[in-house]
């Protein structure tokens, strides 16, 4: 398995473009998540899924949009970057029944 | 909504002393806490994890204790090493009834100085 795996690594961007965040997970879990993490502030969960067809908006989802068509992938798109989106990404899978979560490696966004 | 805060903000111990780490959380129903550790430039890692219904867990050299009447929990490390030099995170979760995600505290830079 190669768990939950995010592209890109690394992304720089122009304020006003918008782009997508790829994630996927092959566990066949149930619920996945994404966060931002701002230097000394935590990670915050923008936006989640309980399952293929279902999301639902967390702390922080202004600019942002998700869809859940399959329950492998989970993409969030910036629909037009602000400098304020600059940050580090991470999506996150955890099977139903199962507390634990599993984290992606991150993308790293820049916004100019 | 649910509010986690953690203390402290930087935690410096000599190697091979104790390192204890608290956090508060607000929603009596949050019903699953986590411990991560993170690295510089990798993802947050798991590292020991309590569920409401238990007052305390052990797993080696790191130890979580739970108050819900409180509603505070901590992590405790014992005999610190220099690998255990990272940023620390807790979290709390109200999973069910159609909600998901955690929420996380602001993290604890754990130095260990040889």
């Known amino acids: 398995n190669a768990g939950v795996t995010q592209t890109p690594k690394f992304q720089v961007l122009k304020t006003g473009q918008s782009m997508t965040l790829q994630c996927a997970q092959d566990m066949n879990h149930e619920y996945m998540s994404w966060y931002r993490q701002d230097p000394g502030m935590g990670l915050r969960l923008i936006h989640y899924?309980?399952?293929?067809?279902?999301?639902d908006q967390g702390e922080v989802p202004n600019g942002y949009n998700v869809s859940r068509s399959t329950t492998e992938d989970f993409p969030l798109r910036l629909l037009s970057a602000a400098p304020s989106q600059t940050s580090v990404y991470f999506c996150?899978?955890?099977?139903?029944?199962?507390?634990?979560?599993?984290f992606g490696p991150g993308t790293r966004l820049t916004v100019l | 909504g649910e509010n986690v805060e953690q203390h402290p903000s930087t935690l410096s111990v000599q190697e091979g002393d104790s390192a204890v780490i608290k956090c508060t959380y607000s929603?009596?129903?949050?019903?699953?806490f986590p411990w991560y550790k993170q690295e510089l430039g990798k993802r947050p890692q798991l590292i020991i994890d309590?569920?409401?219904?238990?007052g305390e867990k052990k797993d080696q050299r790191i130890a979580v204790t739970l108050n819900k009447t409180a509603k505070h929990f901590s992590l405790h490390i014992t005999e610190t090493q220099p690998e255990d030099s990272a940023v620390y995170f807790c979290?709390?979760?109200?999973?069910?009834?159609?909600?998901?995600?955690?929420?996380f505290g602001k993290g604890t830079h754990l130095i260990i100085q040889p």
């Open positions: 996150a899978s955890r099977p139903g029944g199962r507390d634990t979560q599993y």
């Open positions: 979290a709390a979760s109200t999973s069910g009834g159609g909600a998901d995600g955690l929420t």
């Open positions: 899924s309980v399952g293929a067809g279902i999301t």
């Open positions: 309590i569920r409401s219904n238990v």
């Open positions: 929603d009596s129903a949050s019903n699953y």
